[in-house]
């Protein structure tokens, strides 16, 4: 029994982690495609395609025994409201991002866009958040999977691989519930990935609710929004995060002369670390990639500011005198003592990724 309950708990896992990529759209720990069937009609058509490594969620009974790939579910996904049950305790519930702001989450929640309204509220709730520092506190839960959010970045896979895909009850595949035609049942594997690299790029996953163009162009004007996209991951991975955390370059800066002047900030890559602060003087860095938290006076926490906003040590070195009053000299060995400390355990503040300006 002991070791049926391990395994049950693990194939749940790998269930789970397997329903995040689908829905979200990034690779977890699975090595092929995952596929949601809205209806059983087409579970041994797409069998007859799938590959190893691949995962395919179908209609509860769909499956036969043997077929180690299937993950059966009950329920829907389609409207809000509706729920999808993916093993003893495992319950999604789908809501609408327009909503969000407004509804308790209260277990795992699936909220999808659905519509040109629901990218807008994003993209608004995105533009408060950089002006304001004020996150939409449902999007910061652990329980929330936010639809499609990689395709807001264009994280394709490479070689045209899909992370995932949506097969409709007309038998249509779809690089998720909204997205991109991608072909239809019967076509062979290699026709779907030809398309998905013809189609790569960001908004791919919505391609049938909005234009992609304009898309694109409201995309082009939130260079940010890929560490906006990272911050929201890095926060509701992050268990006792403060209630309101304070995090540099969303609501303005510890070091003022970043948002006095305008020419100085750039676009800090989602790759490089965060500082954020909650109650008191007291920051902490916070490397997105290995989650390390590292805690930090004001002083330090000013110095690493101005290296990861200018990517560069005589350019923070400038900064910082400026921001306090004093010549570079003054300043200089504070500066180069953070940039040496976190090199030591393998962080360059520096060369953490810098995207164009």
């Not at 327009?98 to 994003?122: H, K, Y």
Request: glycine share 12%; charged share 25%.
């Amino acid at each position: 029994m002991r070791v049926n309950s391990i395994t049950t708990a693990r194939n749940g896992h790998r269930s789970a982690l397997a329903f995040e990529q689908y829905v979200r759209g990034k690779r977890t720990i699975v090595e092929g495609t995952v596929l949601f069937l809205e209806t059983a009609d087409h579970l041994e058509a797409v069998m007859s395609q799938a590959r190893s490594g691949d995962v395919i969620f179908a209609p509860a009974g769909a499956a036969r025994r043997r077929d180690s790939g299937v993950v059966e579910y009950q329920g829907d996904l389609c409207e809000p409201g509706d729920k999808v049950m993916l093993g003893e305790g495992c319950t999604f519930e789908l809501r609408d991002y327009v909503a969000a702001p407004f509804i308790s989450i209260v277990g795992p929640t699936v909220l999808r866009q659905r519509s040109a309204e629901g990218i807008a509220a994003f993209f608004s709730d995105a533009d408060t958040a950089r002006d304001s520092g004020v996150f939409v506190d449902q999007l910061l839960s652990g329980a929330v999977l936010l639809d499609s959010f990689a395709s807001f970045i264009g994280t394709d896979s490479a070689g045209g691989f899909l992370d995932r895909v949506h097969v409709t009850a007309a038998g249509e595949y779809r690089d998720g519930p909204d997205g991109l035609l991608l072909g239809v049942v019967g076509d062979e594997w290699s026709a779907i990935e030809s398309r998905a690299i013809h189609g790569a790029g960001r908004g791919r996953a919505f391609a049938r609710i909005v234009d992609r163009g304009m898309l694109e162009a409201d995309l082009d004007d939130r260079p940010w929004l890929a560490r906006y996209i990272a911050a929201i991951d890095l926060l509701r991975g992050w268990d006792g995060v403060p209630t309101r955390p304070a995090i540099s370059g969303f609501g303005g800066h510890l070091v003022r002369a970043l948002d006095e002047l305008p020419a100085l900030p750039g676009v800090v890559s989602a790759s490089a670390p965060y500082l954020l602060t909650g109650d008191g003087d007291e920051w902490v860095l916070v490397d997105p990639l290995s989650r390390r938290r590292t805690r930090l006076g004001v002083d330090t926490a000013r110095a690493a500011e101005c290296l990861i906003a200018t990517g560069n040590e005589s350019a923070a070195v400038a900064l910082l005198a400026a921001e306090l009053g004093r010549g570079t000299s003054n300043v200089a060995s504070l500066v180069h003592e953070v940039q040496i400390r976190f090199a030591a355990v393998g962080l360059d503040l520096t060369t953490s990724g810098r995207e164009g300006l």
